[in-house]
């Protein structure tokens, strides 16, 4: 609860609601004690996971969901969705453990060859079909920042579906959301940086071949401003990439962007009351 981020604690309450839940007399707790430094994000994951669970079982509408994206069947995901918006769910925990999880799931069916573009395409669409219902009832508590991100994937690189949830995100909580769309260079990074000033730059890469090209997006952005903020994320990133890469933060999946997103705005913010007390 204190070391991991707020994802990894709701993978691991997931895992362990799991392995008992075929035995009613046990009550999720963190333990004996919780120390009072433990972020409370990761507390409010402990919580919704948990508060969800019976829901993402099979059958439950949050699983019905997750199928209704697998089997590419738009109109039901949509219905799905506004019927689990009726029932008070957390809509951004519907997004996460019943869209995001069935758009995973449909990554591994196209890896494995089962799906191919065209099932790919039909659902993406669908996933968006639930998130169009979803995203004007997403609020993220505490994290409600109007600040400015660009975003776009790296050269070489088509993958959008990842960019587009994580676009849907950052809206939902309030942000303005500069496009760049996919396969964008370093030019079009720079040139798009000059022009609309942004508070946050995400660069996404869904390839390892493709992976390489952002270092040079990196460096060519602090160059003109030392000071620019970029999250990267995608399959092929890790936080040690991010870190070697000289990236600001990484995120996961499209909800810790978000919070990643915030993060860095505060430590943006904070640092500059810091510069203006030292001034005075």
Not at 265 to 279: L, P, R, V
Request: aromatic fraction near 6%; charge should be negative; include cysteine.
């Amino acid at each position: 609860m204190l070391e991991m981020d707020a994802a990894g604690v709701a993978q691991k309450t997931a895992d362990l609601l799991r392995a008992v839940e075929s035995h009613p007399n046990f009550i999720m707790s963190t333990g004996c004690d919780c120390v009072l430094e433990t972020p409370f994000e990761n507390l409010e994951a402990l919580v919704k996971t948990t508060h969800g669970y019976p829901l993402a079982r099979p059958g439950g509408i949050i699983d019905q969901i997750r199928q209704a994206v697998i089997g590419y069947r738009l109109d039901e995901c949509r219905t799905l969705c506004r019927n689990a918006l009726a029932s008070d769910l957390d809509p951004v925990l519907v997004m996460e453990q019943g869209l995001a999880s069935g758009m995973e799931e449909v990554g591994n069916l196209f890896s494995s060859d089962i799906y191919f573009i065209p099932e790919l395409l039909m659902c993406a669409d669908t996933l968006y079909a639930g998130l169009a219902e979803l995203k004007p009832h997403m609020r993220f508590d505490g994290a409600r920042v109007r600040a400015r991100l660009m975003i776009g994937v790296i050269e070489g690189d088509i993958h959008e579906i990842g960019k587009n949830l994580v676009i849907s995100m950052f809206t939902a909580a309030g942000w303005e959301v500069i496009d760049l769309g996919t396969d964008v260079g370093v030019q079009g990074f720079t040139e798009a940086y000059r022009k609309n000033k942004p508070d946050l730059v995400g660069i996404s890469a869904l390839m390892t071949t493709s992976l390489r090209r952002i270092p040079g997006v990196i460096r060519a952005l602090r160059q003109i401003d030392p000071g620019a903020q970029i999250l990267v994320g995608g399959a092929p990133v890790t936080r040690e990439k991010a870190r070697v890469f000289g990236a600001d933060g990484y995120a996961a999946d499209a909800v810790e962007a978000v919070r990643e997103g915030v993060k860095l705005m505060e430590t943006k913010d904070q640092a500059g009351i810091s510069k203006t007390q030292g001034a005075s």
